[in-house]
C-alpha cells in the first residue's frame, strides 16, 4: 500500500505518519514549504512540498497512491476574522476534493480518509449524541461552522462524485510529542511544570489518545464505510482531571485553584470586548468558551464495531504527554548547560 498524508508534519498528521511507517507501509507526506516538521523528520517517508492550494504538488502527490489521509485544519476558533477558517478548512477541503476525483487520480484511489471532528455531531446536554445526529449550523461558532460545511463537502463527493470518502470526527486528542503545543497539551505542559496556577471548573472534554487517534484514522482505510462517518473519542473528561492527571505524573502537585464557571465567562467576555477594541485576537473569548462548554457525551460504538478499533485510556496518554513534556524540558536545560 502506498499511502499520502497531507498535513503528515501536524500534530495528529504525524502521528498517522509513524503509524503507517511502522506498518511498514510506503508513506508520502505533503507539507507546506518552511513547515516544522520535526515530528516526522525520524522517519523514512518521501516528501512534497507544497500548499493545499499547489496544483502541481497535489497532482505529484496524489498520483498512484492508495489512501489519502486528509490532516489539513485550521484549529484557531478565537480568530476576530473567520475567514482563514473557511478559505482552509472549506475551500481548500474543497480544492483538494477536486484534484482527488481527477480521473487519472480518482482510478488508483481506495479510501480518502478526511479528519473532521466531533463537534460536527448535533449534542445536547442530557443525551448521548451519535453519527446520526445532525447539526444544524444556526448559532455556531465560525470555526464549527467551517468544519461542519467540510465535512459535509467529503460526504458530498462521496454521494455525488465517486470519492471512496469517510469522515472521522476526532475528539481532543492528547499525548506525547506535541511538538506544535497545541492548545490542550499548553493545559498539560502546564501542570505538569507545576505552573498553572488554576484550572477552570465546569469543563469537561471528549478526549482520546492521538496514537489511537491515527490508528482509528487507519483502521478506517482498511474497514471503513464510504459515505460514512465515524465518532472518534475514548471519554469524558474534565479540565480539572486532565491537569491532576498531568502533575500526579510530572510529580508535582495539582493545581489547588478553580476558576468558578461565571467568573471564566467574565474573563471570557473581558477577552471579546478587548479583541474588539484592539483588533486583537484573544485565545479567551466567549466564542471560544462556548466551543469548550457545547459538551455532551458521544456514542463511539460505531467505531469500536466496524473499525475494530479499541482504544487505550486517555488516562494514559494525558501521562505520556506530561512525561513528553518533563523530558523536553530536561532535554533543552541539559543543552543549554553543555
Not at 24 to 44: P, Y
Not at 74 to 82: E, H, K, M, S
Not at 224 to 243: D, F, P
Request: aromatic letters at 6%.
Amino acid at each position: 500500500m502506498t499511502s499520502l498524508v497531507i498535513g503528515g508534519n501536524g500534530y495528529l498528521g504525524s502521528h498517522v505518519v509513524r503509524a503507517l511507517v511502522e506498518d511498514g507501509e510506503e508513506v508520502r507526506v505533503m507539507v507546506r514549504e518552511g513547515a516544522n516538521t520535526i515530528g516526522i523528520d525520524d522517519l523514512d517517508v518521501t516528501r512534497f512540498v507544497g500548499d493545499i492550494w499547489d496544483d502541481a504538488a497535489l497532482r505529484a502527490a496524489m498520483t498512484g497512491v492508495d489512501v489519502v489521509y486528509y490532516c489539513v485544519v485550521d484549529t484557531r476558533g478565537w480568530l476576530r476574522d473567520p475567514a482563514p477558517l473557511f478559505r482552509t478548512n472549506v475551500e481548500g477541503t474543497r480544492h483538494v476534493l477536486d484534484i482527488a476525483t481527477e480521473p487519472e487520480i480518482a482510478s488508483g484511489l481506495k479510501k480518502f480518509v478526511f479528519t473532521s471532528s466531533y463537534a460536527t455531531v448535533g449534542r445536547r446536554r442530557g443525551r448521548v449524541a451519535t453519527e446520526a445526529d445532525v447539526i444544524s449550523e444556526k448559532g455556531l461558532t465560525p470555526y464549527v461552522r467551517s468544519r461542519v460545511q467540510a465535512e459535509r463537502l467529503v460526504l458530498q463527493y462521496a454521494r455525488e462524485r465517486g470519492l471512496p470518502a469517510v469522515a472521522m470526527c476526532v475528539s481532543t486528542t492528547y499525548g506525547g510529542r506535541d511538538w506544535g503545543r497545541t492548545p490542550h497539551g499548553e493545559i498539560i505542559a502546564g501542570a505538569a511544570f507545576g505552573k498553572l496556577p488554576f484550572v477552570m471548573s465546569g469543563i469537561e472534554l471528549e478526549a482520546v489518545g492521538v496514537n489511537d487517534a491515527a490508528r482509528a484514522l487507519i483502521k478506517a482505510a482498511a474497514r471503513g464505510r464510504v459515505g460514512e462517518r465515524y465518532l472518534i473519542s475514548e471519554k469524558m473528561i474534565s479540565n480539572a482531571e486532565v491537569a491532576r492527571i498531568a502533575a500526579e505524573a510530572a510529580g508535582v502537585p495539582a493545581p489547588a485553584k478553580s476558576l468558578p464557571l461565571p467568573l471564566t465567562y467574565l474573563l471570557a467576555t473581558l477577552g471579546t470586548v478587548k479583541g474588539r477594541l484592539k483588533g486583537t485576537d484573544e485565545k479567551l473569548s466567549l466564542a471560544s468558551l462556548r466551543l469548550m462548554r457545547a459538551e455532551a457525551p458521544v456514542d463511539c460504538s460505531k467505531a469500536r464495531r466496524e473499525l475494530d478499533w479499541a482504544p487505550t485510556p486517555v488516562e494514559q496518554s494525558i501521562r505520556e504527554a506530561a512525561r513528553f513534556w518533563v523530558g523536553l524540558r530536561e532535554a533543552r536545560r541539559k543543552s543549554k548547560a553543555g
